[in-house]
């Protein structure tokens, strides 16, 4: 804003449009156009900032003089509008999202800071930079999964010609440790990439305290604070608890489980979440004696058949569930590691009561958006009140222009790590490389680590036929035995997997659902088809690789509608 200003040249304060959206450029532009028609004026001095025209004739022309078109906004009461920012771009939240967005925004030059503070879990555990998904997430509990499938391999092998003669048992603190030792590696690698890219790291909480400007309190209390031209808020979320009296005093969340110092022994978990059912599935997997307590149904969300598969085959293998059935009182008998605990539940149904015994509770209720303590309401950004998500368009931009927001705090979004840094960077590029291309959140593959691994991509059964019409969709289906699973003789018939297509678009695959070894690798492929349009005859033109499980994708010949058998006999 430092020239000369023209005439009818718009003053423009917010540079990514106006909350209306409308961009002040246009609305100056109308403003001009009603002028001329008024006063048959071809051209009209003025200057008007957001709709507001600000200047006439003698203010502008004095400001023009004067080369100070600041002095004109103020003497509108127009607040002064730094000339410079501390930072180009300030990152709240150094998780998956903010984390990927920073790097990338260093990576055109720009000047950025991550802001990145755990607060501790009531139980007072807390970690290092990286986020949820590095820290007490995607990667401690995938290692704790393949520490369970380890132990089947173990029994397995013995099928295969191993012999051992010892005992074999789980030793917890040396799983924990290896995995926390990992886990600390990647937070140092995540503290030298930012510096090698020259992104300035505090570990601090930041909030905002009025606009451009955030305060960044560190865990001393010592408070700082910077201005930013923009803002990414990349908060995430943290668990839930049931507020009912007993939970924060003696149960964990998975914020706790991962770095617990001790064997949880038997366990209860609450929910039916995939993190409940991750969790419950490598605690069993370790030996440990685990019930799960449902509320209503197995993974909401999820493609209904395949979560129930999944509920029978953890029961198969010893995981108990009690169903329709909410804690309501958890007490301490004994204090320990683990101590013991008195669960006390109610039926959803009726008013049955129940009492339990367990050494851990585990409570996998939910996550909420960390989105109503940072100060959203100083600078106007409008969140969910129910939820505390925040909605955006479709640039990941919130209703306050100069601040965005990415991953798990979004509304209607997925809450996945590959979405949040995909977002961030695409928005990075957009907003600083002239890019153009926005995140899809379409046909996003993912994957439940559950001791049979779910892997899915586009539309569950319910959601096609909600959408396309019973009538319209054609459901292809198998059981299938891994051939490494024949030899132990285990688990015959309960990998499955089946496709969902739409038949009036030439039976394109709108639907992709897996259970078996290996799902997320098996699922990340056949997703990169999906997203290229993948049909059941291009299904049927693919070769399969022979003996694997994905094969049993190049062969689906039966129909759910048939009600043929889908049991397989061999290979
Ligand atoms: P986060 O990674 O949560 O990062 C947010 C960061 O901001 C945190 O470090 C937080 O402490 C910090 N913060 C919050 N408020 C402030 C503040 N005011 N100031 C400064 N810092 C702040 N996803 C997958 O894709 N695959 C999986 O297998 C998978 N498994 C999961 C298992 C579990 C048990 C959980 C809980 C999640 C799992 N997820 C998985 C989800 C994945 O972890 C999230 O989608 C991802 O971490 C979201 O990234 P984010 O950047 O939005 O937030
Ligand atoms: P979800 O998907 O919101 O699931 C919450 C689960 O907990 C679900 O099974 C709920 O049952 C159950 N729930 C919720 N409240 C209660 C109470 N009060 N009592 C008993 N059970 C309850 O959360 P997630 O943990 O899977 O995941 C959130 C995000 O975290 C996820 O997207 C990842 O990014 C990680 P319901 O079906 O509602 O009856």
Redesign the pocket.
């Known amino acids: 804003m430092g020239g000369a200003l023209r005439k009818g040249q718009a003053v423009r304060q917010a540079p990514e449009g106006c909350p209306q959206g409308r961009r002040p450029a246009e609305s100056a532009q109308k403003l001009q156009e009603v002028q001329c028609e008024v006063t048959t004026e071809t051209s009209q001095t003025g200057v008007s900032v957001q709709e507001k025209q600000i200047g006439g004739h003698e203010k502008t022309l004095k400001a023009h003089k004067e080369d100070n078109p600041q002095s004109l906004l103020e003497m509108n009461g127009h607040t002064a509008a730094p000339h410079s920012y501390d930072y180009d771009l300030i990152v709240i939240g150094g998780g998956s999202g903010g984390l990927a967005a920073a790097k990338e925004a260093a990576k055109y030059g720009k000047k950025v800071m991550v802001l990145d503070f755990v607060t501790p879990t009531p139980l007072g555990n807390s970690w290092g930079l990286g986020g949820t998904c590095v820290n007490v997430?995607c990667i401690p509990k995938k290692l704790m999964h393949q520490a369970a499938l380890l132990g089947q391999a173990l029994q397995d092998s013995r099928k295969f010609g191993w012999q051992f003669t010892e005992e074999v048992k789980h030793n917890w603190m040396t799983m924990t440790e290896s995995v926390q030792n990992y886990i600390g590696s990647l937070n140092w690698g995540y503290r030298v990439a930012l510096r090698e890219k020259k992104v300035t790291y505090e570990n601090a909480y930041g909030e905002f305290v009025q606009p451009h400007t955030v305060k960044a309190t560190n865990k001393r209390g010592v408070e700082k604070l910077y201005t930013a031209e923009r803002f990414l808020i990349a908060t995430g979320?943290r668990p839930?608890y049931?507020g009912i009296p007993g939970d924060k005093e003696y149960c964990i969340s998975s914020d706790d489980l991962f770095s617990l110092p001790y064997c949880p022994g038997k366990t209860l978990v609450?929910?039916?979440?995939?993190?409940?059912l991750e969790c419950a599935g490598f605690l069993a997997g370790l030996g440990l004696d685990v019930t799960v307590?449902?509320?209503?149904?197995l993974l909401?969300?999820f493609d209904q058949d395949m979560a129930n598969k999944i509920g029978e085959y953890m029961e198969e293998h010893g995981i108990k569930f009690i169903r329709e059935f909410?804690?309501i009182k958890v007490e301490q008998i004994e204090e320990g590691t683990p101590g013991r605990l008195k669960v006390t539940a109610k039926s959803t149904k009726g008013n049955e009561v129940i009492e339990g015994e367990y050494n851990t509770v585990l409570l996998?209720?939910?996550?909420d958006a960390c989105t109503r303590k940072i100060g959203l309401d100083k600078v106007g950004v409008k969140i969910n009140e129910k939820t505390g998500k925040i909605p955006v368009n479709d640039v990941e931009q919130t209703n306050v222009p100069y601040i965005y927001a990415i991953g798990?705090i979004l509304q209607d979004r997925l809450?996945?790590t590959p979405v949040a840094i995909q977002a961030g960077r695409l928005l990075v590029q957009r907003l600083y490389g002239g890019a153009t291309t926005k995140c899809d959140y379409v046909n996003v593959p993912t994957t439940v680590f559950t001791p049979l691994e779910y892997g899915a991509c586009g539309y569950s059964e319910e959601n096609a036929i909600a959408k396309f019409g019973e009538e319209n969709i054609e459901v292809y289906h198998s059981h299938f035995w891994p051939l490494e699973w024949t030899v132990p003789s285990r688990d015959n018939n309960k990998c499955y997997a089946k496709i969902i297509c739409n038949i009036r678009d030439n039976e394109r695959v709108i639907g992709f659902h897996v259970l078996g070894p290996n799902a997320g690798e098996v699922t990340q492929g056949f997703a990169a088809a999906i997203k290229c349009g993948l049909t059941k005859e291009q299904l049927d033109s693919t070769i399969g690789i022979h003996p694997v499980c994905a094969e049993v994708f190049t062969t689906l010949s039966v129909t759910k509608r048939s009600g043929e058998n889908t049991l397989m006999a061999g290979c």
């Open positions: 997430g979320e839930r049931l609450v929910g039916a979440s995939y993190v409940a307590m449902v509320r209503s149904i909401r969300g909410v804690p996998a209720i939910g996550r798990d809450e996945l």
